[in-house]
């Protein structure tokens, strides 16, 4: 895995299935309460914009990470878990958001208001449930390496 290269238990430590599905399934459902009540109006959607970029091309890093780990195993695909919603949902969304607001102007307190509920939403959504559950001993280990699985067998071979 990818989030886990270099680790002791890279199919469970420090990312797990349960991190993963808490990270994606806990932020859609609070993205999209937060868009539904509209409580955050335009700081929301600043908010939304950071991260489409932040996702965009934290995920272009783990590309390269993945092919500087998996590329003497034969790995030459640009690809990393992630990266196809980074590509087709965040950075067009992102996009977007930067025309609207292009067009609109939001001012530079609603900006940095933005920016904090980036970091909060962040630190509830991603950070809290990875630090919380981050443990060698979870059963939770991811089964298959899904993309990876090809490279498996070539990595603890050559450990």
């Given at each position: 895995?990818?989030y886990n290269?270099g680790?002791?238990?890279?199919?469970?430590y420090?990312?797990?299935?349960?991190?993963?599905?808490?990270?994606?399934?806990?932020?859609?459902?609070?993205?999209?309460?937060a868009?539904e009540?509209?409580?955050?109006?335009?700081?929301?959607g600043?908010a939304?914009l950071?991260?489409?970029y932040?996702?965009?091309i934290i995920?272009?890093?783990l590309?390269l990470?993945s092919?500087?780990?998996?590329?003497?195993y034969?790995q030459i695909t640009y690809?990393?878990p992630?990266?196809?919603t980074?590509?087709l949902?965040?950075?067009?969304?992102?996009?977007?958001?930067t025309?609207?607001?292009?067009?609109h102007?939001?001012?530079?307190k609603?900006w940095?208001?933005?920016?904090?509920?980036?970091?909060?939403?962040s630190?509830?959504?991603?950070?809290?449930?990875?630090?919380?559950?981050?443990?060698p001993?979870?059963p939770?280990?991811?089964?298959?390496?899904?993309?990876?699985?090809?490279?498996?067998?070539?990595?603890?071979a050559?450990?």
């Amino acid at each position: 895995m990818i989030y886990n290269l270099g680790s002791t238990y890279p199919d469970l430590y420090p990312m797990s299935e349960l991190t993963d599905m808490l990270t994606n399934f806990l932020g859609g459902l609070v993205w999209f309460i937060a868009t539904e009540t509209n409580h955050y109006g335009v700081r929301l959607g600043i908010a939304t914009l950071l991260f489409g970029y932040f996702e965009f091309i934290i995920h272009n890093f783990l590309c390269l990470q993945s092919l500087n780990a998996y590329g003497k195993y034969g790995q030459i695909t640009y690809y990393a878990p992630g990266m196809i919603t980074a590509l087709l949902c965040w950075l067009p969304l992102a996009i977007g958001l930067t025309v609207y607001f292009n067009r609109h102007r939001p001012g530079i307190k609603a900006w940095f208001q933005g920016v904090g509920v980036l970091i909060l939403l962040s630190l509830a959504i991603v950070q809290l449930p990875e630090a919380m559950l981050k443990t060698p001993n979870n059963p939770y280990r991811f089964g298959n390496y899904g993309y990876y699985q090809k490279y498996k067998t070539q990595v603890e071979a050559h450990h």
